[in-house]
């Protein structure tokens, strides 16, 4: 098989961007709960692992449910699987969380390890196929690999426990969702512009 015959064709980049951008405002979204459960994160008084389970597990499956409807919203959503994924694995993690009776803060940590590691990888591979028809995508890549490093160091670190790590979490999340939140604002102004290929030109046939 050809190279040329496994990669994004220019008409499925061109729809995936344009659904993407139209939905701009559900990235938004997502780049918003992030923050607001990280200021919860840092800012909540004596907070216990009961506490930070019912936070992340609220973020998880927010940011799961919004990255899937901005994924299949739009049109055919093959072009957007990767967001799908994303949005599959949020909802798993956030759904786990209350559905684990008794999760103790190492499982909380590791599960948000994985949760962070998939839905980095995932990210970058959007931000990829995403390069050569916007700008900014340098965004999404940095959420994304900002996502995979602190999924690492919390592996890195698992007997500190979730609690020991509330700062770093709490830390981790606002800046996630700033650039999450950039990059949905570069998605507005690519569909104020006519949707048209922000490097330039047009997109070849």
């Given at each position: 098989m050809e190279l040329s015959e496994v990669r994004p064709t220019p008409i499925a980049v061109g729809t995936m961007i344009h659904a993407l951008a139209e939905n701009w405002?559900?990235?938004?979204?997502?780049?918003?709960?992030?923050?607001?459960?990280g200021i919860l994160a840092l800012v909540w008084p004596g907070v216990t692992v009961m506490t930070l389970v019912i936070?992340?597990?609220?973020?998880?499956l927010a940011d799961g449910?919004?990255?899937?409807?901005?994924?299949?919203?739009?049109?055919?959503?093959?072009?957007?699987?990767?967001?799908?994924?994303v949005g599959l694995i949020g909802i798993?993690?956030?759904?786990?969380?209350?559905?684990?009776?008794g999760i103790t803060a190492l499982i909380l940590l590791l599960l948000?390890?994985?949760?962070?590691?998939?839905?980095?990888?995932?990210?970058?591979?959007?931000?990829?196929?995403?390069?050569?028809?916007?700008?900014?995508?340098?965004?999404?890549?940095?959420s994304?690999?900002?996502?995979?490093?602190?999924?690492i160091l919390l592996i890195l670190r698992p007997e500190a426990g979730a609690l020991a790590l509330i700062s770093v979490i709490g830390a981790f999340a606002i800046v996630y969702g700033a650039l999450i939140v950039g990059f949905s604002l570069r998605l507005r102004r690519h569909l104020g512009q006519g949707g048209q290929p922000g490097r330039g030109g047009s997109?070849?046939?």
């Amino acid at each position: 098989m050809e190279l040329s015959e496994v990669r994004p064709t220019p008409i499925a980049v061109g729809t995936m961007i344009h659904a993407l951008a139209e939905n701009w405002w559900l990235i938004l979204l997502r780049g918003l709960c992030a923050i607001a459960f990280g200021i919860l994160a840092l800012v909540w008084p004596g907070v216990t692992v009961m506490t930070l389970v019912i936070m992340y597990g609220a973020f998880a499956l927010a940011d799961g449910i919004l990255a899937l409807i901005a994924a299949v919203k739009g049109g055919a959503p093959a072009p957007r699987w990767w967001l799908a994924l994303v949005g599959l694995i949020g909802i798993a993690a956030g759904a786990m969380t209350f559905l684990w009776p008794g999760i103790t803060a190492l499982i909380l940590l590791l599960l948000i390890a994985s949760w962070s590691i998939v839905s980095g990888i995932f990210q970058i591979i959007g931000a990829i196929r995403l390069r050569k028809e916007i700008e900014g995508e340098w965004l999404l890549i940095a959420s994304g690999v900002i996502s995979v490093l602190f999924g690492i160091l919390l592996i890195l670190r698992p007997e500190a426990g979730a609690l020991a790590l509330i700062s770093v979490i709490g830390a981790f999340a606002i800046v996630y969702g700033a650039l999450i939140v950039g990059f949905s604002l570069r998605l507005r102004r690519h569909l104020g512009q006519g949707g048209q290929p922000g490097r330039g030109g047009s997109v070849p046939a």
